[in-house]
């Protein structure tokens, strides 16, 4: 008789074995369909299909139909529903209302780890879910949130279970395991998305920029060296840039037409990988000068095209003026010192033993014209910088066409008999009457005179014609002189023009004469034009400027000249010894008794003690200024008892009159002094004077 071995042995090691094969059998499964997920995986290339074949892998291993898997954005503070397991419509609806921290799959992107409804009809944070959960028929969640490589929490897969419990922890492996590959796919698609993103960012930005840029590719020879590149992107402005679309593939070479000079640039940084700038023209087109800015970039080279043509012409108009300007003051240097050897050798005659009186008075005239003409200069000088700055006032009144003429005449009279020119006049018998400033136009003509006399041969002739024109007043002034060549004649009115186109036939001169003729004659509402037929052919400007309001023929009553009985007591201050011992030694030639004073501080004290009548101030005076005079002194002699102050100074802009009167000053002389504007301030100093009594000082205006 034989015992069955089987009954023998005791039960419980078949049963362990049992388990332990069920075990394996359940972690062999596990392993094949989540190799067989991966494999899929492979063959999907949406991120929807693959988050759901993740999903439906994880439910089907709890063995669950219902699942869900949303994808947190963080600026939304929402869940988006991205794959979905056995529901229906209607709760897809409710759930992609979910926010972060409602319901399980809130709660586990907001704490970021897993959750677990036991029993949504117990758990009192489910119970606005409650209803849903009765309806779809489950009664247990399970929630794992999706963590990115740093940690972001990018969403949650969730399993509906239909009875309540807890995951064990092979399901909780599981979920795990899905989680992470949904997280990186999740994270994959989201980088992908960013980066595409940023590229059509960066493609608009390239797109719409007036900055030409493009990217080049190399084209190698045979050998392996880089012969020639060609465009794989450029964007419209380059296109513009080149007149031509630049299709990809086009060579470089093409493109610059044969600047081997720039295709060397480019060959360069491709060759060598080391980025380069330099300026580049293209050749036959009117683009201009570009900065070219070329950085190697893998597999090609990134070029950029600045255009600098604006910096470039800025550039030279500053090389241009400051030549000008050297220039400029070069000439005014020579022009201010052409007076100063007349001046020299007339006092020298003057002060010769044997001199005759004829030869005496010759000497006194060539210094006074020689130092008007010194005067006149500065004076151009000074009307030009207040047109240019729109400061210049006209002083518009009746004025008589031939007192013009014959001041502009007269004016231009010394050179014109100098270089013994024939001027012919043509004028109507009975010129006009208008209203405009007569000093400026006297001004302008003389300019243009004097222009003529300057590049005329000596000898020549000149001819001055004026007339009124259907409501204009046009003068001209033509001559027989040099002319102007053809490509000079739009730049004689610029400032300096004489300067560049500097004759040795001509007398020189600063060259804004032309310049302030036309700004007095737009302040006039008028125009000058030049005409030229060539050098050699002389050349005409003609002046126009509007009738303005005709005017009736005025009795002429000539304005008694100022005078000035003397007997006024004058202090005189001047660092400049020559300059204060010449103008009291005229003041008292013409009476008056005159004290002297070399600084501020003595001219202070002598203005204490001596109460003189009319205190003459330089400004720029050693120790106290002149303003610092000013000022003391008026706070010392309050009202009438103080003196007449006038500024007798070389500073003679707006801004110089208005810092004198500031100061306190009554009156503004510019050196070198006008004897008539002196003595018509003197005048004033005696305008209510009674016989017997001090002077009443009346305020200049």
């Given at each position: 008789?034989?015992?069955?071995?089987?009954?023998?042995?005791?039960?419980?090691?078949?049963?362990?074995?049992?388990?332990?094969?069920?075990?394996?059998?359940?972690?062999?499964?596990?392993?094949?369909?989540?190799?067989?997920?991966?494999?899929?995986?492979?063959?999907?290339?949406?991120?929807?299909?693959?988050?759901?074949?993740?999903?439906?892998?994880?439910?089907?291993?709890?063995?669950?139909?219902?699942?869900?898997?949303?994808?947190?954005?963080?600026?939304?503070?929402?869940?988006?529903?991205?794959?979905?397991?056995?529901?229906?419509?209607?709760?897809?609806?409710?759930?992609?209302?979910?926010?972060?921290?409602?319901?399980?799959?809130?709660?586990?992107?907001?704490?970021?780890?897993?959750?677990?409804?036991?029993?949504?009809?117990?758990?009192?944070?489910?119970?606005?879910?409650?209803?849903?959960?009765?309806?779809?028929?489950?009664?247990?969640?399970?929630?794992?949130?999706?963590?990115?490589?740093?940690?972001?929490?990018?969403?949650?897969?969730?399993?509906?279970?239909?009875?309540?419990?807890?995951?064990?922890?092979?399901?909780?492996?599981?979920?795990?395991?899905?989680?992470?590959?949904?997280?990186?796919?999740?994270?994959?698609?989201?980088?992908?998305?960013?980066?595409?993103?940023?590229?059509?960012r960066l493609a608009g930005v390239l797109a719409s920029s007036p900055l030409p840029f493009g990217i080049l590719e190399p084209v190698r020879?045979?050998?392996?060296?880089?012969?020639?590149?060609?465009?794989?992107?450029?964007?419209?402005?380059?296109?513009?840039?080149?007149?031509?679309?630049?299709?990809?593939?086009?060579?470089?070479?093409?493109?610059?037409?044969?600047?081997?000079?720039?295709?060397?640039?480019?060959?360069?940084?491709?060759?060598?990988?080391?980025?380069?700038?330099?300026?580049?023209?293209?050749?036959?087109?009117?683009?201009?000068?570009?900065?070219v800015i070329a950085s190697p970039v893998p597999e090609g080279v990134a070029v950029w095209f600045t255009d600098v043509t604006q910096r470039?012409?800025?550039?030279?108009?500053?090389?241009?003026?400051?030549?000008?300007?050297?220039?400029?003051?070069?000439?005014?240097?020579?022009?201010?010192?052409?007076?100063?050897?007349?001046?020299?050798?007339?006092?020298?005659?003057?002060?010769?033993?044997?001199?005759?009186?004829?030869?005496?008075?010759?000497?006194?005239?060539?210094?006074?014209?020689?130092?008007?003409?010194?005067?006149?200069?500065?004076?151009?000088?000074?009307?030009?910088?207040?047109?240019?700055?729109?400061?210049?006032?006209?002083?518009?009144?009746?004025?008589?066409?031939?007192?013009?003429?014959?001041?502009?005449?007269?004016?231009?009279?010394?050179?014109?008999?100098?270089?013994?020119?024939?001027?012919?006049?043509?004028?109507?018998?009975?010129?006009?009457?208008?209203?405009?400033?007569?000093?400026?136009?006297?001004?302008?003509?003389?300019?243009?005179?004097?222009?003529?006399?300057?590049?005329?041969?000596?000898?020549?002739?000149?001819?001055?014609?004026?007339?009124?024109?259907?409501?204009?007043?046009?003068?001209?002034?033509?001559?027989?002189?040099?002319?102007?060549?053809?490509?000079?004649?739009?730049?004689?009115?610029?400032?300096?023009?004489?300067?560049?186109?500097?004759?040795?036939?001509?007398?020189?001169?600063?060259?804004?004469?032309?310049?302030?003729?036309?700004?007095?004659?737009?302040?006039?509402?008028?125009?000058?034009?030049?005409?030229?037929?060539?050098?050699?052919?002389?050349?005409?400007?003609?002046?126009?400027?509007?009738?303005?309001?005709?005017?009736?023929?005025?009795?002429?009553?000539?304005?008694?000249?100022?005078?000035?009985?003397?007997?006024?007591?004058?202090?005189?201050?001047?660092?400049?010894?020559?300059?204060?011992?010449?103008?009291?030694?005229?003041?008292?030639?013409?009476?008056?008794?005159?004290?002297?004073?070399?600084?501020?501080?003595?001219?202070?004290?002598?203005?204490?003690?001596?109460?003189?009548?009319?205190?003459?101030?330089?400004?720029?005076?050693?120790?106290?200024?002149?303003?610092?005079?000013?000022?003391?002194?008026?706070?010392?002699?309050?009202?009438?008892?103080?003196?007449?102050?006038?500024?007798?100074?070389?500073?003679?802009?707006?801004?110089?009159?208005?810092?004198?009167?500031?100061?306190?000053?009554?009156?503004?002389?510019?050196?070198?002094?006008d004897l008539q504007a002196l003595l018509r301030l003197l005048q004033q100093a005696q305008a209510a004077d009674a016989p017997g009594q001090?002077?009443?000082?009346?305020?200049?205006?």
């Amino acid at each position: 008789m034989f015992l069955s071995v089987r009954g023998w042995l005791p039960s419980w090691p078949f049963a362990a074995s049992r388990r332990a094969r069920a075990e394996l059998n359940r972690q062999v499964t596990d392993l094949q369909a989540l190799h067989e997920l991966s494999s899929r995986l492979l063959e999907v290339r949406t991120l929807p299909q693959q988050l759901g074949l993740i999903l439906q892998t994880l439910c089907r291993l709890h063995g669950s139909s219902k699942g869900l898997l949303s994808l947190y954005e963080p600026p939304s503070q929402r869940l988006e529903t991205a794959a979905s397991e056995g529901f229906g419509a209607q709760a897809l609806r409710q759930f992609s209302e979910v926010r972060v921290g409602d319901g399980a799959c809130g709660r586990a992107v907001r704490l970021g780890r897993r959750v677990v409804v036991r029993d949504t009809e117990s758990d009192e944070g489910y119970a606005s879910w409650r209803a849903l959960a009765r309806e779809e028929g489950f009664r247990a969640v399970h929630s794992t949130p999706l963590i990115a490589l740093d940690g972001q929490v990018m969403g949650v897969i969730s399993v509906h279970l239909p009875q309540p419990g807890e995951p064990d922890e092979r399901l909780q492996w599981l979920a795990d395991i899905c989680a992470r590959k949904a997280a990186v796919h999740a994270e994959r698609e989201r980088s992908r998305r960013l980066a595409q993103r940023a590229d059509e960012r960066l493609a608009g930005v390239l797109a719409s920029s007036p900055l030409p840029f493009g990217i080049l590719e190399p084209v190698r020879s045979a050998s392996g060296v880089v012969a020639d590149l060609r465009w794989a992107y450029a964007n419209a402005a380059a296109a513009g840039l080149f007149g031509h679309p630049l299709s990809a593939r086009t060579p470089l070479r093409a493109t610059l037409r044969g600047d081997d000079a720039a295709l060397e640039q480019f060959l360069a940084v491709a060759a060598h990988g080391h980025g380069r700038e330099f300026e580049w023209q293209p050749a036959g087109t009117a683009a201009g000068c570009f900065h070219v800015i070329a950085s190697p970039v893998p597999e090609g080279v990134a070029v950029w095209f600045t255009d600098v043509t604006q910096r470039k012409r800025q550039e030279q108009a500053l090389r241009e003026s400051d030549r000008r300007k050297d220039e400029f003051l070069a000439t005014l240097a020579h022009e201010l010192r052409n007076p100063l050897a007349p001046i020299r050798q007339a006092a020298m005659v003057s002060r010769a033993p044997n001199a005759t009186e004829a030869q005496r008075r010759w000497s006194h005239e060539v210094i006074d014209r020689q130092v008007s003409h010194m005067a006149l200069l500065l004076d151009d000088l000074l009307d030009m910088s207040r047109v240019t700055r729109g400061k210049l006032a006209l002083r518009k009144g009746p004025t008589e066409l031939r007192a013009v003429l014959d001041a502009a005449i007269e004016a231009a009279r010394p050179l014109l008999d100098a270089k013994h020119h024939r001027l012919e006049v043509l004028a109507d018998e009975a010129p006009p009457r208008f209203e405009a400033d007569p000093l400026r136009l006297a001004q302008i003509l003389s300019n243009l005179l004097t222009n003529a006399a300057k590049y005329t041969d000596p000898g020549g002739h000149i001819r001055l014609r004026a007339a009124m024109e259907e409501g204009e007043i046009v003068m001209s002034v033509a001559d027989n002189g040099i002319g102007i060549a053809p490509e000079v004649l739009p730049a004689v009115f610029g400032m300096f023009s004489q300067v560049a186109a500097h004759d040795e036939r001509s007398a020189g001169g600063l060259g804004i004469g032309l310049a302030l003729s036309r700004g007095l004659a737009e302040l006039h509402g008028g125009r000058i034009t030049a005409r030229s037929d060539g050098l050699g052919q002389g050349s005409e400007f003609t002046l126009r400027v509007p009738c303005g309001r005709l005017q009736p023929e005025p009795r002429i009553e000539a304005a008694p000249p100022p005078r000035v009985a003397g007997g006024l007591r004058v202090l005189v201050a001047d660092d400049n010894a020559d300059a204060r011992d010449s103008l009291a030694a005229l003041l008292a030639l013409h009476g008056f008794e005159v004290t002297s004073a070399a600084d501020g501080d003595e001219a202070l004290r002598l203005l204490q003690e001596q109460r003189p009548d009319v205190a003459l101030l330089d400004i720029g005076m050693p120790g106290r200024d002149g303003h610092e005079v000013a000022r003391a002194i008026r706070e010392r002699l309050p009202g009438s008892a103080c003196p007449l102050l006038v500024a007798v100074t070389g500073w003679g802009q707006d801004q110089d009159r208005s810092r004198s009167r500031d100061a306190g000053f009554d009156g503004h002389l510019t050196k070198p002094v006008d004897l008539q504007a002196l003595l018509r301030l003197l005048q004033q100093a005696q305008a209510a004077d009674a016989p017997g009594q001090k002077p009443r000082l009346v305020r200049a205006a």
